[in-house]
């Protein structure tokens, strides 16, 4: 089996900006409602957080569901880490996944600026510096045969696009403009020399852009 | 976590047939081309029986590959395991699904008529009389905590459905008609008073309906 480079769930705007503008440590998304932009997957029954035994199983579930199965490490860009920027000054602040990160798996933050490794519950965060490939590479031997997930945000998944490293993908299209921030692509259209891509709408409002390699 | 019972991956014709006329056991789906109706999946990457590497990794992916997550147990129909009707009679032959059968959990077969138990590969398969409900209590148990797919047939999965026993339930409606065999339903509008409904048309020419309990 080949060890794929997934990325899973990744929500943008219909003007195609996965993060608003002004990331601080009280608004990891900006100026966007990160409520709004990811309503489609709190609503699900598969929703890690939702402990009411309620929610939809329809469209929306699957994908949500799809998000730990197979998936044996993740890489993620600082920014998705944390606010911080420059080298680290608070080693105590452990980032903004809390006690008990959803990812069960280890996790390689992308950043200039060398610091320890440490766990929370089942999750160990790394700190690494390289170029794409190489960093894929660490991941893949930590994911022990299993697959690695792309955790985003929008200049590390355009960056492993821009390498060629990018094996499946699925981007959540949210019904509401931000009109600024980071932006993943003007449209998926941009893509599709590289990819065969499904587009699928939700009813939930969301339209869900497969994409797998060609 | 509830253990939910939970048809996956059936697929009917355009008019609602599962299996065609005359099942033997040369021809499963009777006058049905298995091929056909389920095309859709079998060109998927996930397929269990693809080993080429290629096929699709779109939503009818996502469909196929959600098969055996956190599923413990399957109930099938006699008719899903072979074509012999009445007792017994042939015990050397073990169903129409192989050395290697792609359940890997205890299988519950539908019949009033014994037989002993026996696994194949990761597969054991019981033979058990009773209503929907008693059946469901002991797949239920095997299951583990996990949950309990329901195979089919079509009789099958009409009983369970009129028990009030289905959870959720994702039909493949393929883009051929059959005119004639096991009828699923005349419209999937008949369950909407029981349950919600997404329909998710695929790129692959097969529309999904995703039902979830009200």
Redesign the interface.
């Known amino acids: 089996m080949?060890q794929l480079l997934r990325v899973q769930n990744f929500t943008v705007s219909s003007d195609g900006y996965g993060t608003g503008i002004g990331q601080t440590l009280e608004r990891p998304f900006g100026h966007a409602d990160p409520g709004k932009l990811h309503a489609w997957a709190f609503e699900t029954?598969s929703w890690p957080g939702r402990t009411d035994?309620e929610g939809?199983?329809?469209?929306d579930?699957?994908?949500v569901?799809?998000f730990p199965?197979n998936i044996g490490a993740e890489i993620m860009g600082r920014n998705k880490f944390g606010p911080q920027r420059g080298p680290w000054e608070d080693h105590e602040w452990q980032g903004w996944w809390g006690e008990e990160p959803p990812f069960h798996t280890p996790v390689f933050v992308l950043t200039h600026h060398p610091r320890p490794s440490f766990t929370l519950s089942d999750t160990t965060f790394h700190f690494v510096d390289g170029d794409p490939a190489k960093v894929l590479d660490r991941a893949r031997e930590a994911a022990d045969g299993r697959d690695v997930r792309l955790g985003g945000g929008v200049s590390v998944v355009r960056d492993f696009l821009d390498a060629g490293l990018v094996?499946?993908m699925h981007v959540a299209v949210a019904p509401l403009e931000l009109g600024g921030g980071e932006r993943l692509w003007e449209s998926s259209d941009e893509l599709l020399d590289r990819f065969?891509?499904?587009?699928?709408p939700?009813?939930s409002g969301v339209t869900?852009h497969?994409f797998?390699r060609k």
């Open positions: 080949p029954a035994g939809s199983r329809g469209l579930d699957y994908l569901r799809d199965h094996d499946t065969h891509r499904d587009i699928v939700s009813p869900h497969l797998w």
